[in-house]
């Protein structure tokens, strides 16, 4: 049974994996900066594989961070479907909405 705990609990997942991913995004194109400004000083070749390691490692995250979206996404509005069907009243929904709003305009450009 859903309730308006529930609800919320799953928006500020929603929201917090949001930031996670512009957060991941952000380390990507430093790390990227980084290496390209590596190779262009000719650093020393242990020095960029290990740099190229790291930023292997940030772009991994990326699809992961969208895949862990993706699926609270699915489960927020699961969840909120639920509520409206049984009548429930909150700010939790209204908030819920414009989280599934947020979401989706974060999730949909990838998709394409």
Excluded: F, W
Aim: proline share 3%; hydrophobic share 35%.
């Amino acid at each position: 049974m859903a309730t308006l705990r529930n609800l919320k609990i799953k928006t500020s997942t929603c929201k917090r994996i949001v930031k996670e991913l512009r957060s991941y995004e952000k380390e990507v194109e430093k790390e990227a900066a980084k290496t390209a400004d590596m190779k262009e000083k000719g650093a020393d070749p242990y020095d960029l594989k290990q740099q190229e390691n790291v930023l292997a490692e940030s772009r991994m995250m990326v699809p992961d961070c969208h895949k862990r979206l993706e699926t609270a996404l699915a489960d927020l509005k699961a969840t909120l479907a639920e509520l409206k069907e049984s009548n429930e009243q909150g700010a939790e929904i209204g908030e819920a909405e414009s989280t599934i709003a947020e979401v989706e305009a974060v999730v949909k450009p990838t998709e394409d």
